[in-house]
C-alpha cells in the first residue's frame, strides 16, 4: 500500500521513524520532521517501507556528498547536515539509557557534544572485503558488498587508495577474509565539503600522495593459512604502493611483516609518549575526535596521585598514559598480544613506569583481581561493541568509586550501566564525541560513582 507518514525521529539503525496504524515503521533516507510517501509492505511480520517521495523537505536535508550514498553501508546520514546527525546520537543514546538500561534523562548531566573538526575525510582506518577482485564495504542494512574507488570519509592517504590496492593483491582476493587500512591521521587538509557530489573530495585536493602514502599501511586477513604466494603479494603491494608495510595474518598462528606497518600517532594529551598503530589491531578511527575522547575520559576519571586505575580494553595504549599522567598506578587490560606490545614499546620508550600491562579476557582478569582482593579507586572500561557485562560486580567488589564507561554501541552501554546501577553506582554524566559523522555511530563516555 501507499501511504503518506509524518517522521518523528531517526532510529537507531539511522533510518526515519514514524507511526502508521499504530505501529512503528521505519523509512530510509526520511528525516524527522518531514512528510513523505511510502511504499509499504505487510506481507510479512516487519512491514518493509520504501521512500517515494518526500512532499516537505527538512531544512537539515542536502545532496550527499558520495554517489555511492544509496548503496554503501558506511554513511547512513550523508543526505542530513551535522547539527541533525549530532542531536540525532545524542537522542539514540538517551533513548537506549531510558528505554534499556531504564535511567531518566531527567536529572542526568548531558555535557556539550564534541564535534569533530572534519566532516568528511577523517577515517584513518577502514575494514574492507574482496568483491570479486574489487576491495569492498558492506551496503545499506546488508552484508551484498559495494566496491569502492573513492571514499571521501576516509583521510586523503586512504580515500583513493582501494582501486590501487584491489589490482595488487588481486591474484590472492579469493584467500582473503578482510582487508584492514590504517593512516596515521589526517596530513593534509580537510577536501573541501561538497554538497553536489564527490568532486571537490579527496581525489581533486591538490596532495603529495606519494608522501602521504609512507604513512599507510595495510593488513591481510586470509580465510586460511598462509602461502608464498600471499607473502609475495603483500611484498609487491608494499613496493609499488609506496606504503609503510604490511601484516599478513593467516587464520591461525603468527602474522608476518613487511616493511614497517607500524605508524606512530598523535598521543592525546602526552605528547612526550609516543603512540603506536598496527593494522591488524584496534585504533580509534578519527584521529582528531580521539583527542578530545582522550581528554574526556581523563577529565571524567580526574585521577589523582593516590589513585589506583584499572583500565579494561585498553588497546594499544590509547587512553592509558592520559590516565598514567596523574595516577599512581594504572594496570591495562587487553587480549590482543600485538596491542599489548606496541603498549609496552610506547610506555618504554616514553619512560612511563607506572603502568602494568595485563595480556589477558577481561571477565578472567577481573575476576582473579577480586579473588586477591585488590582495591582500584578507578576502573576505566572501553569494551568493543558487545559491552563488558560483570563490570558492576567487579567494580564493586573491588572498591571503586568511580566508573569511566566509554561506548561504541547505545544498547551495550545502556545493558552495562544499568547492572552499574544495580552494584550501587549513580550516573554523574554523560559526553558524546562526534568520532563517525555521516553515520548513525555514536561514541559516548558515561561517568558514574559509587552511592
Ligand atoms: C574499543 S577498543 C578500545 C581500545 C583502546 N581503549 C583505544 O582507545 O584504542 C576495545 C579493545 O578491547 C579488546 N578486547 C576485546 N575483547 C576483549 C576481552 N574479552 N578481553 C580483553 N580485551 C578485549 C580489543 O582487542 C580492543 O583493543
Redesign the pocket.
Known amino acids: 500500500m501507499r501511504a503518506t507518514l509524518t517522521v518523528e525521529r531517526l532510529s537507531k539503525l539511522g533510518d526515519g521513524a514514524a507511526a502508521l496504524e499504530g505501529r512503528t515503521v521505519f523509512v530510509e533516507g526520511a528525516l524527522p520532521g518531514e512528510r513523505v510517501v511510502a511504499e509499504v509492505d505487510t506481507s510479512e511480520k516487519i512491514w518493509h517501507v520504501r521512500l517515494l517521495e518526500v512532499l516537505a523537505p527538512s531544512a537539515a536535508r542536502r545532496p550527499p556528498a558520495c554517489r555511492l550514498a544509496a548503496q554503501c553501508g558506511g554513511c547512513d546520514w550523508l543526505h542530513a547536515d551535522e547539527v541533525l546527525q549530532r542531536s540525532a546520537k545524542q537522542e539514540i543514546v538517551l533513548s537506549a539509557l531510558e528505554h534499556l538500561g531504564g535511567i531518566a534523562r531527567v536529572g542526568l548531566a548531558v555535557g556539550e557534544q564534541a564535534v569533530s573538526q572534519r566532516a568528511l575525510g577523517y577515517r584513518r582506518r577502514a575494514v574492507f572485503h574482496f568483491s570479486k577482485k574489487r576491495l569492498a564495504f558492506f551496503g545499506r542494512h546488508s552484508h551484498a558488498l559495494v566496491a569502492i574507488d573513492l571514499c571521501p570519509a576516509l583521510v586523503p592517504a586512504l580515500a583513493d587508495l582501494p582501486p590501487e590496492l584491489s589490482e595488487a593483491l588481486a591474484g590472492i582476493a579469493k584467500d582473503v577474509h578482510e582487508v584492514h587500512v590504517l593512516a596515521e591521521g589526517p596530513q593534509a587538509d580537510p577536501p573541501p565539503f561538497s554538497p553536489s557530489g564527490v568532486e571537490g573530495g579527496p581525489s581533486t585536493a591538490p596532495r603529495d600522495a606519494r608522501g602521504e602514502r609512507k604513512r599507510v599501511s595495510f593488513a591481510v586477513f586470509l580465510t586460511g593459512p598462509a602461502a608464498r604466494r600471499h607473502a609475495e603479494a603483500c611484498e609487491a603491494a608494499v613496493r609499488s604502493l609506496s606504503v609503510a608495510g604490511a601484516v599478513l595474518v593467516p587464520k591461525e598462528g603468527s602474522p608476518r611483516l613487511f616493511g614497517k606497518p607500524i605508524l606512530r600517532a598523535l598521543a592525546p594529551l602526552t605528547p612526550e609518549v609516543p603512540v603506536y598503530l598496527r593494522p591488524d589491531?584496534?585504533?580509534?578511527a578519527n584521529a582528531e575526535a580521539n583527542v578530545a575522547l582522550v581528554a574526556a575520559v581523563a577529565q571524567a576519571a580526574g585521577a589523582g596521585p593516590a589513585d589506583r586505575v584499572l583500565e579494561l580494553?585498553?588497546?594499544?595504549g590509547?587512553?592509558t598514559f592520559a590516565l598514567a599522567g596523574t595516577a599512581r598506578e594504572v594496570v591495562a587490560?587487553?587480549?590482543?598480544g600485538t596491542?599489548v606490545e606496541l603498549a609496552q614499546r610506547s610506555a618504554r620508550e616514553g619512560r612511563v613506569t607506572n603502568v602494568r600491562f595485563v595480556q589477558?579476557?577481561?571477565?578472567k582478569v577481573c575476576r582473579g583481581l577480586v579473588s586477591e582482593g585488590q582495591r582500584f579507586e578507578l576502573v576505566v572500561a572501553?569494551?568493543?561493541r558487545s559491552g563488558a557485562s560483570g563490570l558492576g560486580e567487579w567494580a564493586k567488589r573491588l572498591g571503586t568509586r568511580r566508573v569511566v564507561y566509554?561506548a561504541?554501541d547505545p544498547a551495550s552501554l545502556a545493558r552495562d550501566a544499568a547492572e552499574l546501577l544495580a552494584a550501587g553506582f549513580t550516573p554523574l554524566g554523560l559526553r558524546l564525541i562526534d568520532m563517525f559523522p555521516q553515520t548513525r555511530h555514536a561514541e559516548a563516555v558515561m561517568t558514574l560513582e559509587a552511592r
Open positions: 589491531a584496534f585504533a580509534q580494553y585498553s588497546g594499544h590509547n587512553l587490560v587487553e587480549s590482543s596491542a589477558g579476557d577481561v571477565p572501553d569494551p568493543p566509554v561504541c
